[in-house]
């Protein structure tokens, strides 16, 4: 009777034994209450493999910049910096109203274009705001904008949080018409926070949207890299090449504190070139070589959804795979 106990108990554990094996599992156990889980390697092989995203690369002729952040209030008013590749026209709505602005992007994807300089976006926010303004903007003048809402205006504050109307609300857009025609971003707008008496938060932008002729809208974002303390080969270069740099950086969205002192090291070769972004946390620090490995980013362990590279892999010359 014991002996056909014990039988009966051994063919169950190899049953067992054999179907965690098959459902590429391994369980092993120490002591009575210390399970251990091991997943075959195939599984993990699998499952970092993150969904490379298809992107168009598109010149952004617009760079907006605030001079003055420390300063700024809504009181003193505040400086903005227009750095922009062609010339262009920035609007200045104060006091716009938060629904109208978001309606107005809505209507530049299905019906009206905001595209012109004059009365563009005057027009779709149904002159909901409090006051205008308007400057012209040479291209690459980098020249510094005195912005103030009218004192005969009396306003101290928008109110408590949650506003309904945005400080500030500037607009680009091209002067010339004949250059609306080679871009395929046409506007850029940003949204600015004004500290006042009630809020008093430091200035800032605090969202950047990209309009495009075609009629669709982008939220511009920030890329996010790795800081390194070792000095680089680029900061002996002259200050009118890191002003350059500095000012295709800041289009691109790309802080210049983390894209000029690490933009060559990958964070875990520490030696190919930065290539790759991890979505949705936006941080760039792997290379070609490392972005398959990952499924969770390297730096703050978000899980990767997608990831798209910054520049096109180069192809193998077809003269050197011959002669080798």
């Known amino acids: 009777m014991a002996a056909a106990f014990l039988v009966t108990l051994f063919y169950i554990a190899v ?6 094996v098959t459902t590429g599992l391994v369980l092993g156990w120490f002591g009575w209450d210390v399970p251990v889980i091991l997943r075959n390697s195939e599984e993990i092989q699998f499952s970092t493999r993150a969904f490379k995203k298809p992107m168009r690369q598109v010149k952004n002729p617009f760079g907006l910049e605030i001079t003055t952040s420390s300063s700024a209030s809504l009181a003193a008013g505040m400086t903005l910096t227009a750095d922009c590749l062609e010339d262009s026209r920035l609007t200045c709505f ?36 409090l006051h205008r303004e ?11 904008i005195y912005c103030q809402l ?18 500030l609300v500037a607009l680009l857009t091209l002067a010339d018409e004949d250059d609306r025609e080679i871009y ?10 004004i500290p006042d008496k009630t809020y008093k938060l430091p200035c800032r932008i605090l969202y950047q949207y990209l309009l495009l002729a075609q009629g669709q809208f982008y939220d ?16 002996k270069r002259s200050p009118a090449d890191r002003d350059a740099e500095q000012s295709l ?16 090291d990958c964070v875990m070769c520490q030696n190919g070139g930065v290539n790759w972004v991890l979505l949705p946390c936006r941080h760039a620090c792997l290379c070609d070589s490392w972005v398959c490995y990952f499924k969770q980013c390297p730096m703050c362990r978000q899980f990767v959804q997608e990831s798209f590279a910054l520049c096109r892999q180069k192809e193998p010359d077809k003269d050197m795979l011959e002669s080798s």
């Open 134 to 144: 308007q400057y012209f903007i040479k291209k690459h003048s980098k020249e510094e």
């Open 94 to 129: 104060w006091g716009c109203s938060v629904q109208k602005l978001y309606e107005a992007l809505q209507k530049h994807a299905s019906c009206f274009r905001i595209s012109t300089p004059r009365r563009a976006l005057e027009e779709a926010l149904y002159s909901d705001y």
């Open 184 to 193: 395929d971003i046409i506007s850029m707008v940003s949204v600015i926070h």
């Open 150 to 167: 009218p004192r005969d205006t009396e306003i101290e504050d928008f109110g408590p949080v949650p506003r309904s109307r945005y400080p």
């Open 249 to 264: 950086l800041e289009r691109a969205g790309l802080a210049r504190s983390g894209v000029e002192e690490s933009s060559k």
């Open 15 to 20: 049953v067992f034994t054999c179907f965690i």
């Open 220 to 235: 511009l974002k920030q890329l996010f890299m790795s800081a390194n303390s070792s000095p680089s080969p680029s900061s």
